[in-house]
């Protein structure tokens, strides 16, 4: 039974059929109604659009799709921010994405949305119609981040980062290559793309290691393994799920701490939005992490080394816009886990807590509107903010509840405490988790 593609102009009511059910909205949506006709009585598929391309300059902005682990509401904040930018700089602001639980597919934040799933094939549709200036994928997490080759290949420009930059970060291997020749300290690694290639790179590192993929979202398929048998488990799961990915085998740094720094680089100055500390211990996923906005208990000269690092990496980059950098510190040396080179989960969290439009300046950094030394930046924190995890382990209650490299978490909330005296903060710091899963 063949399916019939219609654009669709949403001004006031609508009513979008497939098969029997219907669903009404009251917005001004660009949408794809799917028509189910009988084989029979019609063999042929058609397409017709009814969105009408202007001729003002415009900017796409992908969000990320539904809700899940890994990506939910923090994107949305993102998008919604960074499409206010858009508007201010003087261009039309393009939306896509297929979420009806977010602001960004309100009626009214958009200049136009296309209410459609963030898919290649749909993108590229839109993109061949609008024909814009560019597109924005640093705003849209993972699933944004993942459509940039596909953009590439088109030559369709990518708005801030270079797609070479960004595939240097998300390629684990790339990604120590370049910490190597930055001479940024970096656990001991190796890759491999089959399960004997990946039990020879685990003993020449050294046991423990963390296995893991590359371009994946919230820490899918990551491990922590301990002798040749799990890592062959481990790698042969990786694989069926996630085939032909570039698996990365570094040594795991056991009991150590974990922090993070969240940066804006526009090419010639680098600003740190802000450096958190986790909580819980190096090999949880940073989304079930606990982490407290500023560092409470690493040294000045470890924060200070950090944000060199961080600041390092973004000019050998060349960022421009966002970028995440996680770490592990053990015995006062800072080790770079990761980059990424987009708005992280904790993005709106740093924004909100310290009262700075964070966003907002970096999608004009982005845009080459603005930059940094352009804004005052002032922030405003009085004492500390936690990023609490939110879990619906009440919902699934037969899901392992064990903590490790693979994210579980579905949300996270926000706590202002005046100082480290407050019995909540003393409390979860006493009873922080200790014990990872595999």
């Excluded at 794809?32 to 009585?41: E, G, K, Q, V």
């Amino acid at each position: 039974m063949p399916i019939h593609t219609t654009i669709k102009q949403l001004n006031h009511l609508a009513i979008t059929h497939f098969s029997t059910m219907s669903v009404k909205f009251n917005a001004n949506k660009l949408f794809r109604t799917l028509h189910l006709r009988n084989i029979i009585s019609m063999s042929n598929t058609f397409q017709h659009s009814e969105s009408i391309s202007s001729d003002k300059q415009k900017i796409i902005v992908l969000g990320s799709g539904p809700n899940r682990i890994g990506q939910g509401i923090e994107f949305d904040y993102c998008c919604v921010h960074g499409l206010l930018a858009i508007k201010e700089c003087g261009y039309e602001a393009i939306m896509i994405n297929c979420n009806p639980e977010t602001v960004s597919t309100d009626f009214d934040m958009a200049d136009k949305l296309y209410f459609e799933p963030v898919f290649w094939e749909h993108i590229w549709e839109i993109i061949e119609l609008e024909k814009p200036v560019g597109v924005i994928v640093q705003l849209g997490g993972q699933t944004a981040l993942k459509l940039a080759k596909r953009l590439h290949s088109r030559g369709i420009k990518i708005i801030g980062t270079s797609f070479d930059s960004m595939d240097i970060a998300e390629d684990r291997g790339r990604f120590s290559d370049l910490l190597k020749e930055l001479e940024i300290p970096y656990p001991d690694y190796g890759t491999a793309y089959t399960a004997e290639e990946a039990i020879e790179v685990a003993n020449k590192v050294g046991y423990p290691v963390l296995v893991r993929p590359s371009y994946v979202l919230g820490g899918q398929r990551m491990r922590i393994v301990i002798n040749d048998e799990e890592v062959e488990t481990a790698v042969i799961s990786l694989l069926k799920h996630i085939p032909d990915n570039k698996i990365l085998i570094d040594h795991f740094l056991d009991r150590c701490q974990e922090a993070e720094i969240d940066g804006i680089f526009d090419g010639e100055n680098f600003h740190v939005m802000g450096v958190m500390e986790h909580i819980e211990p190096a090999g949880i996923h940073s989304g079930d992490s606990n982490a407290v906005l500023p560092a409470f208990n690493l040294t000045p000269l470890v924060v200070a080394t950090m944000e060199y690092y961080s600041e390092k990496i973004a000019r050998a980059l060349n960022i421009k816009g966002l970028i995440n950098i996680q770490f592990a510190i053990k015995n006062d040396q800072v080790f770079v886990i990761e980059a990424n080179p987009r708005a992280s989960r904790t993005t709106p969290f740093i924004a909100k807590a310290y009262g700075v439009p964070y966003l907002n300046i970096a999608t004009k950094v982005m845009l080459d509107a603005a930059k940094l030394t352009d804004f005052t930046i002032e922030k405003k924190l009085v004492g500390f903010a936690i990023k609490e995890p939110v879990f619906s382990f009440d919902k699934f209650p037969g899901v392992n509840k064990e903590l490790g490299p693979e994210m579980k978490s579905t949300g996270e909330a926000i706590r202002f405490i005046k100082d480290l005296r407050d019995p909540y903060f003393r409390n979860l710091y006493k009873e922080r988790s200790m014990h990872l899963s595999k």
